[in-house]
Protein backbone atom coordinates (compact mmCIF):
# COMPACT_ATOMS: atom_id res chain seq x y z
CA UNK A 1 0.00 0.00 0.00
CA UNK A 2 1.70 3.15 -1.74
CA UNK A 3 0.09 6.25 -0.28
CA UNK A 4 1.40 9.57 -1.88
CA UNK A 5 0.96 12.15 1.54
CA UNK A 6 0.46 15.96 0.81
CA UNK A 7 2.19 18.02 3.41
CA UNK A 8 2.66 15.32 6.20
CA UNK A 9 4.92 17.82 8.21
CA UNK A 10 2.40 20.83 8.01
CA UNK A 11 -0.07 21.85 10.07
CA UNK A 12 1.03 20.42 13.13
CA UNK A 13 -1.65 18.13 13.13
CA UNK A 14 -0.47 16.30 10.15
CA UNK A 15 2.50 14.56 11.96
CA UNK A 16 -0.23 12.31 13.82
CA UNK A 17 -1.79 11.22 10.47
CA UNK A 18 1.59 10.41 9.29
CA UNK A 19 2.03 8.38 11.52
CA UNK A 20 -1.32 6.39 11.41
CA UNK A 21 -0.80 5.81 7.93
CA UNK A 22 2.85 4.19 8.61
CA UNK A 23 1.57 2.19 11.75
CA UNK A 24 -1.66 0.79 9.69
CA UNK A 25 1.41 -0.71 7.10
CA UNK A 26 1.55 1.88 4.59
CA UNK A 27 4.36 2.87 2.63
CA UNK A 28 4.24 6.88 3.23
CA UNK A 29 5.58 8.84 0.43
CA UNK A 30 5.72 12.53 1.63
CA UNK A 31 5.46 15.95 -0.85
CA UNK A 32 6.69 19.04 0.41
CA UNK A 33 8.81 21.51 -0.10
CA UNK A 34 10.70 21.62 3.05
CA UNK A 35 13.85 20.31 3.04
CA UNK A 36 13.90 16.68 3.95
CA UNK A 37 16.51 17.26 7.12
CA UNK A 38 14.06 20.34 8.06
CA UNK A 39 10.99 17.61 8.64
CA UNK A 40 10.12 17.43 12.09
CA UNK A 41 11.81 13.83 13.28
CA UNK A 42 8.40 11.56 13.86
CA UNK A 43 7.47 12.56 10.18
CA UNK A 44 10.61 11.68 9.09
CA UNK A 45 10.73 8.20 10.97
CA UNK A 46 7.45 7.38 9.22
CA UNK A 47 8.03 8.21 5.30
CA UNK A 48 9.21 5.14 3.18
CA UNK A 49 9.97 8.06 0.84
CA UNK A 50 10.36 11.88 0.85
CA UNK A 51 9.50 14.24 -2.42
CA UNK A 52 10.21 17.90 -2.03
CA UNK A 53 8.76 20.58 -4.38
CA UNK A 54 9.73 24.15 -4.89
CA UNK A 55 6.52 25.50 -3.25
CA UNK A 56 3.31 22.76 -2.51
CA UNK A 57 0.81 24.95 -3.40
CA UNK A 58 1.87 25.73 -6.74
CA UNK A 59 -0.27 22.85 -8.11
CA UNK A 60 1.21 23.03 -11.93
CA UNK A 61 4.90 22.57 -10.63
CA UNK A 62 4.31 20.00 -8.37
CA UNK A 63 2.64 17.93 -11.01
CA UNK A 64 5.32 18.78 -13.43
CA UNK A 65 7.84 17.66 -10.86
CA UNK A 66 6.28 14.81 -9.12
CA UNK A 67 4.57 12.66 -11.50
CA UNK A 68 7.53 11.59 -13.73
CA UNK A 69 8.95 10.17 -10.42
CA UNK A 70 5.74 8.58 -9.18
CA UNK A 71 5.31 6.72 -12.50
CA UNK A 72 9.25 5.10 -12.08
CA UNK A 73 7.74 3.43 -9.08
CA UNK A 74 4.76 2.05 -11.00
CA UNK A 75 2.21 4.69 -9.12
CA UNK A 76 0.71 4.98 -5.90
CA UNK A 77 -2.10 3.06 -4.66
CA UNK A 78 -3.55 6.48 -2.74
CA UNK A 79 -3.34 9.94 -2.73
CA UNK A 80 -4.30 12.10 0.70
CA UNK A 81 -4.22 15.56 2.35
CA UNK A 82 -5.63 16.79 5.15
CA UNK A 83 -4.79 20.52 4.51
CA UNK A 84 -7.06 22.75 2.99
CA UNK A 85 -4.64 24.25 -0.13
CA UNK A 86 -4.02 20.75 -1.56
CA UNK A 87 -7.53 19.70 -1.94
CA UNK A 88 -7.56 19.95 -5.31
CA UNK A 89 -4.23 18.93 -6.04
CA UNK A 90 -4.62 15.78 -4.21
CA UNK A 91 -7.30 15.36 -6.86
CA UNK A 92 -5.70 16.25 -9.77
CA UNK A 93 -3.07 13.85 -8.70
CA UNK A 94 -5.40 11.23 -8.43
CA UNK A 95 -7.08 11.61 -11.64
CA UNK A 96 -3.45 11.62 -13.64
CA UNK A 97 -2.79 8.78 -11.12
CA UNK A 98 -5.81 6.54 -11.82
CA UNK A 99 -5.84 5.97 -8.14
CA UNK A 100 -9.19 5.70 -5.93
CA UNK A 101 -10.64 8.52 -4.16
CA UNK A 102 -12.20 11.95 -5.17
CA UNK A 103 -11.62 13.41 -8.57
CA UNK A 104 -11.56 17.15 -9.05
CA UNK A 105 -15.13 17.42 -10.34
CA UNK A 106 -16.17 16.21 -6.34
CA UNK A 107 -13.30 17.68 -4.82
CA UNK A 108 -14.60 21.04 -6.30
CA UNK A 109 -17.65 20.93 -4.23
CA UNK A 110 -15.67 20.37 -0.83
CA UNK A 111 -13.36 24.03 -2.03
CA UNK A 112 -15.68 26.45 -3.83
CA UNK A 113 -18.35 27.90 -1.43
CA UNK A 114 -20.57 28.86 -4.00
CA UNK A 115 -20.63 25.28 -5.91
CA UNK A 116 -20.61 23.77 -2.54
CA UNK A 117 -23.49 25.82 -1.37
CA UNK A 118 -25.38 24.87 -5.16
CA UNK A 119 -24.75 21.27 -4.54
CA UNK A 120 -26.45 21.08 -0.80
CA UNK A 121 -29.54 23.58 -1.99
CA UNK A 122 -30.41 21.33 -4.84
CA UNK A 123 -30.29 18.33 -2.59
CA UNK A 124 -32.93 20.09 -0.28
CA UNK A 125 -30.98 21.07 2.37
CA UNK A 126 -31.13 24.75 3.71
CA UNK A 127 -28.35 26.84 3.11
CA UNK A 128 -28.07 30.72 4.10
CA UNK A 129 -28.96 32.95 0.74
CA UNK A 130 -26.23 33.63 -1.03
CA UNK A 131 -24.67 35.51 -4.22
CA UNK A 132 -21.26 34.96 -5.87
CA UNK A 133 -20.16 38.33 -6.75
CA UNK A 134 -16.80 39.57 -8.58
CA UNK A 135 -17.04 43.25 -7.87
CA UNK A 136 -18.10 46.00 -5.22
CA UNK A 137 -21.55 47.30 -6.95
CA UNK A 138 -22.18 43.70 -7.70
CA UNK A 139 -21.69 43.01 -3.45
CA UNK A 140 -24.26 45.84 -2.79
CA UNK A 141 -26.75 44.75 -5.37
CA UNK A 142 -27.15 41.15 -4.01
CA UNK A 143 -26.69 42.52 -0.52
CA UNK A 144 -29.84 44.79 -0.93
CA UNK A 145 -31.85 41.57 -2.67
CA UNK A 146 -30.76 39.75 0.78
CA UNK A 147 -31.47 42.18 3.23
CA UNK A 148 -29.23 43.31 5.82
CA UNK A 149 -27.83 41.87 7.85
CA UNK A 150 -25.22 40.31 5.82
CA UNK A 151 -22.03 38.25 6.05
CA UNK A 152 -19.12 38.69 3.19
CA UNK A 153 -16.13 36.25 2.55
CA UNK A 154 -14.46 35.11 -0.18
CA UNK A 155 -14.76 31.75 -2.27
CA UNK A 156 -12.65 29.83 -0.94
CA UNK A 157 -11.43 30.48 2.25
CA UNK A 158 -10.60 28.87 5.34
CA UNK A 159 -10.24 30.20 9.46
CA UNK A 160 -12.29 32.81 8.83
CA UNK A 161 -9.77 35.39 7.08
CA UNK A 162 -11.49 38.08 5.29
CA UNK A 163 -14.96 36.68 6.26
CA UNK A 164 -17.39 39.87 7.82
CA UNK A 165 -20.89 40.42 9.26
CA UNK A 166 -21.88 43.70 8.05
CA UNK A 167 -25.72 45.45 9.24
CA UNK A 168 -25.50 48.18 6.73
CA UNK A 169 -24.68 49.45 3.26
CA UNK A 170 -22.29 51.71 5.15
CA UNK A 171 -21.00 49.05 6.58
CA UNK A 172 -20.48 46.72 3.57
CA UNK A 173 -18.89 49.56 1.58
CA UNK A 174 -16.23 50.39 4.49
CA UNK A 175 -15.12 46.18 4.40
CA UNK A 176 -14.89 46.28 0.67
CA UNK A 177 -12.54 48.77 0.56
CA UNK A 178 -10.41 46.57 3.07
CA UNK A 179 -11.15 43.36 0.89
CA UNK A 180 -9.95 44.57 -2.56
CA UNK A 181 -7.28 41.72 -2.91
CA UNK A 182 -10.26 39.14 -2.95
CA UNK A 183 -11.41 38.02 -6.51
CA UNK A 184 -14.96 36.48 -5.84
CA UNK A 185 -16.34 36.31 -2.77
CA UNK A 186 -19.75 34.92 -1.62
CA UNK A 187 -22.72 37.40 -0.03
CA UNK A 188 -24.97 35.33 2.49
CA UNK A 189 -28.06 36.26 4.80
CA UNK A 190 -26.65 36.35 7.99
CA UNK A 191 -28.22 33.30 9.96
CA UNK A 192 -28.00 33.96 13.55
CA UNK A 193 -27.96 31.06 16.31
CA UNK A 194 -25.20 28.70 18.09
CA UNK A 195 -22.77 27.31 15.71
CA UNK A 196 -21.78 24.13 15.71
CA UNK A 197 -19.18 21.34 14.05
CA UNK A 198 -20.12 18.30 11.86
CA UNK A 199 -16.70 15.59 11.70
CA UNK A 200 -16.43 12.68 10.42
CA UNK A 201 -14.46 10.06 8.64
CA UNK A 202 -16.53 8.15 6.05
CA UNK A 203 -15.59 4.84 4.00
CA UNK A 204 -17.18 4.77 0.41
CA UNK A 205 -19.65 7.54 1.67
CA UNK A 206 -20.94 6.71 4.58
CA UNK A 207 -19.67 8.03 7.91
CA UNK A 208 -18.23 5.33 10.32
CA UNK A 209 -17.10 7.86 12.93
CA UNK A 210 -19.20 11.26 13.52
CA UNK A 211 -18.37 14.35 16.30
CA UNK A 212 -20.24 17.51 17.24
CA UNK A 213 -18.69 20.27 18.59
CA UNK A 214 -20.05 23.25 19.54
CA UNK A 215 -18.14 26.86 19.72
CA UNK A 216 -18.32 29.40 22.65
CA UNK A 217 -18.60 32.16 20.69
CA UNK A 218 -19.18 31.56 17.21
CA UNK A 219 -16.32 32.05 14.91
CA UNK A 220 -16.94 34.85 13.55
CA UNK A 221 -17.13 37.34 16.85
CA UNK A 222 -13.77 35.45 18.30
CA UNK A 223 -11.90 35.99 15.25
CA UNK A 224 -12.14 39.79 14.76
CA UNK A 225 -12.27 40.85 18.63
CA UNK A 226 -8.32 39.87 20.50
CA UNK A 227 -9.94 39.90 24.11
CA UNK A 228 -12.02 36.87 23.42
CA UNK A 229 -10.66 33.50 24.38
CA UNK A 230 -12.24 31.41 21.57
CA UNK A 231 -13.42 28.33 23.07
CA UNK A 232 -15.18 24.63 21.79
CA UNK A 233 -16.32 21.38 23.22
CA UNK A 234 -16.63 18.36 21.60
CA UNK A 235 -19.42 16.80 22.69
CA UNK A 236 -19.54 13.56 24.47
CA UNK A 237 -22.11 11.59 22.27
CA UNK A 238 -23.15 13.21 19.09
CA UNK A 239 -26.53 11.44 19.56
CA UNK A 240 -28.32 13.50 21.43
CA UNK A 241 -32.11 15.76 20.60
CA UNK A 242 -29.75 18.93 20.74
CA UNK A 243 -27.85 17.97 17.99
CA UNK A 244 -29.40 15.52 15.69
CA UNK A 245 -30.86 18.04 13.04
CA UNK A 246 -27.05 18.92 12.63
CA UNK A 247 -25.87 15.29 12.42
CA UNK A 248 -28.73 14.38 10.10
CA UNK A 249 -27.86 17.38 7.92
CA UNK A 250 -24.35 16.19 7.57
CA UNK A 251 -25.10 13.20 6.54
CA UNK A 252 -27.42 14.80 3.82
CA UNK A 253 -24.30 17.33 3.08
CA UNK A 254 -21.94 14.09 2.36
CA UNK A 255 -24.66 12.28 -0.02
CA UNK A 256 -25.21 15.37 -1.58
CA UNK A 257 -21.33 16.28 -2.41
CA UNK A 258 -20.30 12.68 -3.15
CA UNK A 259 -17.91 11.73 -0.40
CA UNK A 260 -16.07 9.19 -1.05
CA UNK A 261 -13.11 8.49 1.69
CA UNK A 262 -11.55 10.19 4.59
CA UNK A 263 -12.40 12.93 6.94
CA UNK A 264 -14.59 15.65 6.73
CA UNK A 265 -15.25 19.15 8.89
CA UNK A 266 -18.63 21.18 8.82
CA UNK A 267 -19.97 24.21 10.23
CA UNK A 268 -23.46 24.53 10.76
CA UNK A 269 -26.37 26.78 12.76
CA UNK A 270 -28.70 26.21 15.19
CA UNK A 271 -31.20 29.27 15.09
CA UNK A 272 -33.06 29.75 18.08
CA UNK A 273 -36.53 28.88 16.96
CA UNK A 274 -34.23 24.88 16.30
CA UNK A 275 -33.64 25.25 12.43
CA UNK A 276 -30.54 24.18 11.27
CA UNK A 277 -28.52 25.93 8.65
CA UNK A 278 -25.65 24.70 6.55
CA UNK A 279 -22.45 26.65 7.17
CA UNK A 280 -19.53 25.14 5.26
CA UNK A 281 -17.74 21.93 4.92
CA UNK A 282 -14.16 20.53 3.91
CA UNK A 283 -12.81 17.42 2.71
CA UNK A 284 -10.07 17.65 5.73
CA UNK A 285 -9.60 16.84 9.49
CA UNK A 286 -10.60 20.02 11.66
CA UNK A 287 -7.80 21.92 12.67
CA UNK A 288 -7.23 23.73 15.91
CA UNK A 289 -6.87 20.80 18.84
CA UNK A 290 -10.55 19.57 17.33
CA UNK A 291 -8.84 16.09 16.03
CA UNK A 292 -7.35 15.67 20.02
CA UNK A 293 -10.15 16.60 21.50
CA UNK A 294 -12.21 13.90 19.96
CA UNK A 295 -9.33 11.44 20.96
CA UNK A 296 -9.88 12.89 24.71
CA UNK A 297 -13.60 12.09 24.26
CA UNK A 298 -13.20 8.52 22.71
CA UNK A 299 -9.38 7.27 24.49
CA UNK A 300 -9.35 6.39 21.21
CA UNK A 301 -6.39 7.07 18.28
CA UNK A 302 -8.29 9.18 15.30
CA UNK A 303 -5.29 9.87 12.97
CA UNK A 304 -4.81 5.97 13.23
CA UNK A 305 -8.16 4.45 12.39
CA UNK A 306 -8.35 7.61 9.92
CA UNK A 307 -5.37 6.19 8.36
CA UNK A 308 -6.78 2.54 8.50
CA UNK A 309 -9.84 4.05 6.79
CA UNK A 310 -8.53 5.74 3.72
CA UNK A 311 -6.09 2.41 3.64
CA UNK A 312 -8.07 -0.46 4.26
CA UNK A 313 -11.53 1.02 4.28
CA UNK A 314 -12.08 -0.53 7.99
CA UNK A 315 -12.09 1.64 11.20
CA UNK A 316 -11.57 -0.50 13.92
CA UNK A 317 -12.00 1.33 17.29
CA UNK A 318 -14.72 1.84 19.34
CA UNK A 319 -15.97 5.71 20.09
CA UNK A 320 -16.20 5.08 24.11
CA UNK A 321 -18.34 8.55 23.86
CA UNK A 322 -16.64 8.84 27.91
CA UNK A 323 -15.95 12.83 27.62
CA UNK A 324 -16.79 16.19 26.96
CA UNK A 325 -14.18 17.61 26.11
CA UNK A 326 -13.18 21.58 25.95
CA UNK A 327 -10.41 23.71 24.71
CA UNK A 328 -9.87 27.11 25.70
CA UNK A 329 -7.07 29.45 23.57
CA UNK A 330 -5.94 32.06 25.12
CA UNK A 331 -4.79 35.33 23.82
CA UNK A 332 -2.12 38.04 25.86
CA UNK A 333 -3.14 41.41 27.03
CA UNK A 334 -0.15 43.69 25.49
CA UNK A 335 1.95 43.47 23.02
CA UNK A 336 5.54 41.97 22.20
CA UNK A 337 6.87 38.86 24.49
CA UNK A 338 4.92 37.16 27.41
CA UNK A 339 5.61 38.74 30.59
CA UNK A 340 3.07 36.95 32.79
CA UNK A 341 0.52 33.83 33.30
CA UNK A 342 -1.85 34.46 35.72
CA UNK A 343 -4.60 31.48 37.44
CA UNK A 344 -3.02 28.87 35.98
CA UNK A 345 -2.59 27.39 40.11
CA UNK A 346 -6.00 27.62 39.93
CA UNK A 347 -7.36 26.04 37.04
CA UNK A 348 -5.30 23.18 38.16
CA UNK A 349 -6.87 23.19 41.43
CA UNK A 350 -10.20 23.27 40.24
CA UNK A 351 -9.37 20.54 37.39
CA UNK A 352 -7.06 18.16 38.76
CA UNK A 353 -6.53 14.97 36.51
CA UNK A 354 -9.43 16.51 34.26
CA UNK A 355 -7.21 18.83 32.67
CA UNK A 356 -5.66 16.61 30.11
CA UNK A 357 -3.18 19.39 28.30
CA UNK A 358 -1.77 22.89 28.66
CA UNK A 359 0.69 24.42 26.68
CA UNK A 360 0.92 27.88 27.47
CA UNK A 361 4.01 29.94 26.30
CA UNK A 362 6.56 30.69 28.29
CA UNK A 363 8.02 33.76 29.38
CA UNK A 364 10.06 35.34 26.93
CA UNK A 365 8.12 34.04 24.24
CA UNK A 366 7.24 36.36 21.15
CA UNK A 367 3.17 36.61 21.10
CA UNK A 368 1.58 34.35 18.41
CA UNK A 369 -0.34 36.36 15.60
CA UNK A 370 -4.05 35.83 16.77
CA UNK A 371 -5.39 36.47 13.31
CA UNK A 372 -3.24 34.15 11.66
CA UNK A 373 -3.13 31.14 14.14
CA UNK A 374 -5.58 30.11 16.54
CA UNK A 375 -3.78 28.05 18.82
CA UNK A 376 -3.15 31.90 19.97
CA UNK A 377 -0.65 32.79 23.20
CA UNK A 378 -1.13 29.20 24.49
CA UNK A 379 -4.27 26.88 25.07
CA UNK A 380 -5.85 24.16 27.63
CA UNK A 381 -7.94 21.30 27.47
CA UNK A 382 -9.94 19.97 29.84
CA UNK A 383 -12.49 17.14 29.85
CA UNK A 384 -15.32 15.57 31.79
CA UNK A 385 -17.96 12.84 31.55
CA UNK A 386 -20.38 15.59 32.65
CA UNK A 387 -21.49 18.80 30.37
CA UNK A 388 -21.88 21.18 33.27
CA UNK A 389 -18.53 20.13 34.77
CA UNK A 390 -16.77 20.50 31.40
CA UNK A 391 -18.78 23.66 30.73
CA UNK A 392 -17.46 25.13 34.26
CA UNK A 393 -13.97 24.29 33.64
CA UNK A 394 -14.35 26.08 30.11
CA UNK A 395 -15.69 29.10 31.75
CA UNK A 396 -12.99 29.01 34.47
CA UNK A 397 -10.24 29.00 31.61
CA UNK A 398 -11.86 31.68 29.92
CA UNK A 399 -12.02 34.21 32.55
CA UNK A 400 -9.54 32.99 35.32
CA UNK A 401 -6.85 32.39 33.06
CA UNK A 402 -4.75 35.80 31.72
CA UNK A 403 -1.46 35.99 29.86
CA UNK A 404 0.66 39.33 29.92
CA UNK A 405 2.77 40.73 27.19
CA UNK A 406 5.06 43.97 26.91
N1 LIG B 1 -24.28 33.08 6.56
C1 LIG B 1 -23.69 33.28 7.75
N2 LIG B 1 -24.41 33.76 8.79
C2 LIG B 1 -23.82 33.99 9.99
N3 LIG B 1 -22.53 33.77 10.25
C3 LIG B 1 -21.76 33.30 9.25
C4 LIG B 1 -22.29 33.02 7.96
N4 LIG B 1 -21.30 32.56 7.18
C5 LIG B 1 -20.21 32.57 7.95
N5 LIG B 1 -20.47 33.00 9.20
C6 LIG B 1 -19.52 33.14 10.32
O1 LIG B 1 -18.23 33.36 9.80
C7 LIG B 1 -17.38 32.30 10.14
C8 LIG B 1 -16.44 32.01 8.98
O2 LIG B 1 -17.20 31.65 7.85
P1 LIG B 1 -16.90 30.28 7.09
O3 LIG B 1 -17.91 30.14 6.03
O4 LIG B 1 -16.83 29.20 8.08
O5 LIG B 1 -15.51 30.62 6.42
P2 LIG B 1 -14.03 30.09 6.70
O6 LIG B 1 -13.72 29.28 5.50
O7 LIG B 1 -13.23 31.32 6.80
O8 LIG B 1 -14.06 29.28 7.97
C9 LIG B 1 -18.30 31.15 10.50
O9 LIG B 1 -17.69 30.24 11.38
C10 LIG B 1 -19.47 31.89 11.13
O10 LIG B 1 -19.20 32.22 12.48
MG1 LIG C 1 -15.31 27.96 8.75
Redesign the pocket.
Known amino acids: MKVLFLSPDYPAEMRGFTRGLAEVGAQVIGVGDRPRDQLSPDVRDHLAAYLQVQSIVDEQRVMAQILPELHKIGGVDRVETLWEPLVMLAARLREQLGAPGMGTEQAIGFRD ?1 SVMKDRVRKAGLRV ?1 KFAQVSSASAALAAARTIGYPV ?1 I ?1 PIA ?5 D ?1 H ?1 VRSEGELRAVLETIGHVQTASV ?5 GE ?1 FTYDAVSIAGKPVFESVAQ ?1 HP ?3 ES ?1 NNEWISPAQIVLRDPYIAAVAGGVELGRGVLRALGMDTGFTHM ?1 W ?1 KKSNGEVVF ?2 IAARSPGAKLVDQMNYANDFDIYREWARSVCWQHFEATAARRYHVATVFKRAKGRGRISGVEGMSALRRLCGPRLVEEAILPIGHPRRNWRQTLLSDGYVVMRDPDYSQCLEMMQAAVSGVQIFAE
Open positions: KPVKGAGTATGEEYIDEYRPLREFGE
